[in-house]
């Protein structure tokens, strides 16, 4: 229990600022993050290549990018991509949505929950 509680602690932590990946030695800074979007309604899935702090629209949401880091070559590859996203459906200027941390190699640890719109972090480059 305890064990678990602190597991919480560290990653609600983890996602809490995006410069702390840019931090760590094993990261790489890098300006663009590739990421996947899917439609569930009409299956369409979407790649998208967002610069950092350039919103864009996807469907009904806004997404921008604050900072998206990369494992080193020589490293397993991974990317970690901090997101903003907000729902501009019912208020043209945004409900947020998701404000955090996204990892390409484990999507489930910190997702965008919406009904209709799905992102993944593929890359960053």
Sequence with gaps: MIRRLLSALLLAAALAAPAAAQQ??????????????????????????LPL????????????VRACDARPPEEVPDAAAWLEVLETRKDPKGVPVFRGWMFANAPGVSTLEHPVYDLRVLECH
Excluded: E, M, S, Y
């Design 53 to 64: 702090n350039k919103p864009l629209r996807f469907g009904t949401l806004q997404i921008v």
């Design 24 to 49: 760590d030695a094993g990261w790489v800074p890098k300006d663009t993050a590739k990421l996947q979007a899917l439609d569930k309604v009409t299956a369409r899935v979407t790649v998208l290549d």
